[in-house]
């Protein structure tokens, strides 16, 4: 059974404070993202990478940014938490190549981080 | 980068009842991969259905099927004999099958099913 973890399902966070989510994947995904889920502006892309030590940046990536050190975990760090960053933070994993575009993102269950 | 529309934040289906969501999207690919997403009131988000452009067949997954209009770039999902566990928020996605990493996504349609 596929699985994508995050370390946590609930974070609150004071303005100011450097703030880290992970994500775990146990599938060998070359791909991760990172995406922020508000109401009425659905999922934002704020990075991805399709390899280790490799990043993209998506739509949003101001305020943050990530590391991937190793395959399987795919980091997101809000450098110095703002209010306007409480939201809920998704991961999911996907695989690369042409054979395998049909192939779907595994989500993981989000964190809702708030910060005040 | 492609926009995908969903135009119906919120929609309600009879229990037992057919309801169909919209989706449309924007591309000037010819090749590309679509996808409806399920995501439950405070649980995971998981794969509905997904479509292939190049095939003219629309996708079917029991209760869960698309219709799918390749020259007006529309991709709807119909699901039929509505349960209450298909309650939730659906997220229409597109995947490039030249950059294929990238996934973009719909606002969403928040369904609720009436008992």
């Known amino acids: 059974d596929v699985k994508v973890t995050q370390s946590s399902r609930y974070l609150v966070k004071r303005t100011g404070e450097k703030v880290f989510l992970e994500c775990v994947q146990d599938m060998d995904h070359e791909n991760m993202f990172w995406y922020r889920q508000d109401p009425g502006l659905g999922l934002r892309l704020i990075y991805f990478s399709y390899d280790v030590k490799m990043k993209e940046k998506g739509d949003i990536p101001e305020g943050y940014s990530v590391s991937r050190e190793k395959k399987e975990r795919f980091s997101l760090i809000l450098e110095s938490a703002s209010t306007n960053q409480t939201s809920m933070y998704l991961c999911?994993?996907?695989?690369?190549?042409?054979?395998?575009?049909?192939?779907?993102?595994?989500f993981g269950p989000g964190t809702r981080l708030t910060v005040l | 980068a492609q926009t995908v529309t969903q135009s119906q934040p919120e929609m309600s289906v009879q229990e037992a009842e057919t309801v169909t969501l919209s989706c449309t999207y924007d591309?000037?690919?010819?090749?590309?991969?679509l996808f409806w997403y399920k995501q439950p009131p405070s649980r995971q988000m998981i794969l509905v259905i997904r479509q292939e452009a190049y095939k003219q067949q629309n996708a079917t997954e029991n209760r869960f099927s698309v219709n799918f209009q390749k020259a007006a770039k529309s991709f709807s999902l119909k699901i039929s004999d509505s349960q209450l566990g298909d309650a939730a928020m659906y997220f229409c996605a597109y995947r490039s099958a030249n950059t294929g990493n990238q996934f973009y996504f719909g606002t969403g349609t928040s369904l609720t099913v009436i008992p």
């Open positions: 999911a994993s996907s695989l690369s190549g042409l054979s395998t575009l049909l192939d779907t993102q595994y």
């Open positions: 591309t000037s690919e010819s090749d590309y991969y």
